[in-house]
């Protein structure tokens, strides 16, 4: 028997095997005693055995076999050379413990040799697992899961996401039953539709008490989860690439990186931790992290009609409400007037731009932005000349339906890849550009994990040789936002959606995982381009610089308290952003389902902002005390209302929070909470408080 532990301060995982077996997690939860008798805890956790069931119960390993009668969903599933199943069966090998876990196991019979690799963040609290599958000769792979994680028994429910173009991010709270929930997607993309993502809450769980479980799948391409009861109780957690990616034959095969996390502090604890891996362990800065600038782009001021003269004036007004760096979206290239034509024509278009781009970047820095430029490089439009000279290059039949009139290229192919890093890096090469927002308008003709990995390596190639280069990856807003595309990424668009309303809702269920300084949030048109709702600008305003705050509006639509306003939301943005974009963002358990509410807690603790957004009208006549969360008990906090004298004229009371800072102990604050003056639906407080 072998038995390994990983340990931080929040949290320890304990696999042990049954003799030379693939070891099964007999312990994860809240930290162990360093002394705990590990074959004393693999005694304790084995199952009884009763009428019906087998004379042994089989192992919930970290690749359930088939081979071994395990009753419910394999780890691994794979056929020979000539299309014969094989059942593998792995014995141990060797185990390697220098800075994390590495397993091996080997099956003689089927000549395949299985790796699980382990390791544990003590700053982040966060684990990751990968399962590798090699064999001496090509065989076919139709599913391969990461390393599998058992369910808590103490869970009703699991937690895992939807969405839609518009509305990402939804949650599905699904009770736990016999049997299995079995999601997949098979976009080729991360995709709006199923975010790879899961929390599963212990009984009486909320977001900022009791122990929760989180996993994060990092890949790009699609994935599989499966979240099953065996017929005895047990739970197993699987996670990989969707099934049948593999297109073809190979030798070794991996799953992406598996993470995940252990909470004592409620759904918080998984978000924070994921928070915080992101944006320490997964985004690699090109200068540092840097303070975010106020970005703006054009997009929803012109579309596809660019006037250098519009454009400079845009300009010119975005820097002067705070922008920082400009960027030109969708329509430079080719002769690109609308969506049905030009992808892939990757060259200036001297119709609108007689003297290339120089003129529009010299005059955005000179007002002392930087600039940005749209790419989509992974598609393509039948109306294109390099379609036109190169038809093969497209994914998929050539009978397909189109999506946003366009196919996908086939990342695979080397001389595609080429072909798009020699235009787009000629742009780089000679235009002084510092981002790129990379877009990715349709879902795949077909799941294929060549196109995933395709596109990561045009990427690696572009970060390697232009290092200086920010990227955002935006697919139809939120449609590729995972941790392998933030490996090679800056900032994600969280959405296309501007409507402040649906950013509130969609933002506070993506701080689950995602950071403030890797989630882009623009300030919209005064009626929404995809809502026609018309919000308010402070409303609007205030939801932009809930996150990476940037404009995205025509400026010149702006009256006289409009730029007033955004003016000095912008410029409250600025002075916080230092501290904002390392604070943890913690999602408040709000007592009035009307309100949601988040605090964004400093690095050191000394200061915190609570943002109570109004997202319906409440079934009761006052607002309810809302309590903070994770304040020292005994330390004094000053609290101010930033936007007090924004109440409204049916606001007629005479709390004293409206008009001045008050001072109160971190218990109450926790305990009771602050009562907030009554508002319109649509609007937001913002609360700053101050440890004294």
């Known amino acids: 028997m072998h038995h390994w532990r990983l340990d931080d301060a929040r949290q320890t995982l304990v696999l042990a095997t049954k003799g030379a077996r693939l070891p099964q997690v007999i312990y994860w939860g809240a930290p162990l005693p360093a002394d705990e008798d590990l074959e004393t805890l693999q005694a304790a956790y084995q199952l009884d055995v009763t009428g019906g069931m087998l004379d042994e119960n089989p192992d919930l390993s970290i690749c359930p076999e088939a081979s071994r009668t395990f009753p419910g969903q394999p780890g691994l599933i794979c056929r020979d050379t000539d299309g014969t199943p094989l059942l593998p069966k792995f014995c141990f090998e060797k185990a390697e413990t220098d800075g994390g876990l590495t397993l091996s196991f080997r099956d003689d019979e089927n000549r395949l040799t299985l790796t699980a690799i382990y390791a544990i963040n003590p700053q982040t609290h966060i684990i990751t697992a990968k399962h590798i ?33 518009c509305g990402e991010f939804q949650l599905n709270r699904t009770a736990w039953s ?15 539709e199923h975010f790879p993502g899961l929390i599963v809450p212990c009984e009486g769980a909320t977001n900022t008490n009791g122990e929760a479980y989180g996993f994060h799948y990092g890949w790009s391409g699609g994935h599989k989860m499966i979240a099953e009861e065996l017929p005895d109780g047990r739970r197993q957690i699987q996670f990989g690439h969707a099934a049948r990616m593999e297109t073809e034959a190979a030798t070794r095969f991996e799953t992406a990186t598996l993470y995940a996390t252990f909470s004592g502090h409620g759904l918080n604890g998984c978000a924070t931790a994921f928070q915080r891996h992101t944006r320490d362990q997964i985004v690699t800065w090109p200068k540092g992290q840097i303070a975010r600038p106020v970005h703006y782009n054009c997009w929803e001021a012109v579309y596809f009609d660019h006037k250098l003269d519009v454009l400079k004036d845009i300009a010119s007004k975005a820097a002067n409400l705070g922008a920082e760096r400009f960027v030109l979206d969708d329509g430079w290239f080719g002769r690109r007037d609308d969506d049905t034509t030009s992808l892939s024509d990757w060259q200036v278009d ?15 820095h000179a007002e002392g932005m930087t600039f940005g430029i749209w790419f989509e490089p992974e598609m393509i439009n039948p109306d294109s000349d390099i379609h036109r000279a190169n038809p093969h290059w497209a994914l998929g039949s050539e009978d397909q339906t189109l999506g946003r009139q366009q196919k996908a290229l086939n990342m695979a192919l080397p001389e595609v890849r080429d072909f798009l890093y020699d235009r787009m890096s000629a742009i780089l090469r000679d235009h002084d550009v510092d981002y790129i927002k990379w877009d990715h308008n349709r879902v795949l003709p077909a799941p294929d994990a060549a196109q995933t990995r395709g596109s990561y390596a045009l990427i690696d190639r572009l970060r390697h040789d232009f290092p200086q280069v920010e990227i955002e990856s935006c697919a139809s807003g939120g449609g590729r936002i995972d941790m392998g595309i933030l490996k090679r990424t800056q900032r994600v668009w969280l959405s296309d959606s501007n409507d402040a309303l649906e950013r509130l809702k969609i933002q506070h269920n993506a701080a689950l995982f995602l950071p403030l300084s890797v989630t882009g949030s623009h300030v919209g048109p005064r009626k929404c381009h995809t809502s026609g709702r018309s919000i308010d600008i402070s409303m609007r305003a205030w939801v932009a610089a809930q996150r990476h705050m940037g404009f995205e509006m025509d400026p010149r639509e702006l009256d006289d308290r409009e730029e007033r306003v955004l003016r000095e939301v912008t410029s409250w943005w600025k002075a916080n952003r230092d501290w904002m974009q390392r604070a943890d963002i913690l999602r408040l358990d709000s007592a009035d389902p009307a309100v949601i509410a988040e605090q964004q807690l400093a690095e050191d603790h000394s200061r915190f902002v609570v943002f109570a957004g109004k997202a319906d009208t409440s079934a009761q006549i006052a607002p309810r005390p809302l309590r903070l969360t994770r304040l020292d008990p005994t330390a004094r906090y000053r609290i101010q209302l930033m936007n007090g004298p924004t109440a409204p004229a049916l606001s007629r009371g005479d709390q004293r929070i409206k008009t001045e800072p008050m001072e109160f102990s971190g218990a109450y604050l926790m305990n009771y909470g602050v009562t907030l003056p009554w508002n319109f639906p649509e609007t937001m407080w913002v609360l700053e408080g101050t440890k004294l």
């Open 133 to 165: 599958l090699e064999a001496d000769r090509s065989i076919h792979l139709h599913w391969l899961s990461a390393p599998v994680f058992p369910a808590p028994q103490n869970a009703s429910e699991m937690i895992d996401f939807a969405g839609r173009w």
């Open 178 to 192: 016999a049997g299995m929930r079995y999601r997949e997607n098979r976009t080729g993309r991360t995709g709006h």
């Open 350 to 364: 001297p119709r609108k731009y007689p003297d290339g781009l120089g003129p529009l970047i010299d005059h955005v």
